[in-house]
């Protein structure tokens, strides 16, 4: 089939299509919640500057005994 018989056949194909029936299905609702945050008061606290007076703690008792 030439190339000008085809699009013809094809055209005439696509005009008979219900548009109607090929509709995009509608927009969903998000699905994903966001995550709660947790209420805490106390203020942050660095876990290296917990190691580092941890270590001071244990060296100043260490001096201490000796």
């Not at 000008?4 to 699905?31: D, H, V, Y």
Request: no cysteine.
């Amino acid at each position: 089939m030439p190339g000008e018989e085809l699009a013809g056949s094809l055209r005439e194909w696509a005009g008979k299509i219900n548009l109607e029936r090929i509709k995009k299905a509608p927009p969903r609702k998000p699905t994903k919640e966001k995550t709660r945050r947790i209420k805490d008061k106390s203020p942050h606290v660095s876990t290296a500057r917990l190691i580092d007076e941890a270590k001071k703690a244990r060296q100043a008792k260490a001096n201490k005994n000796q």
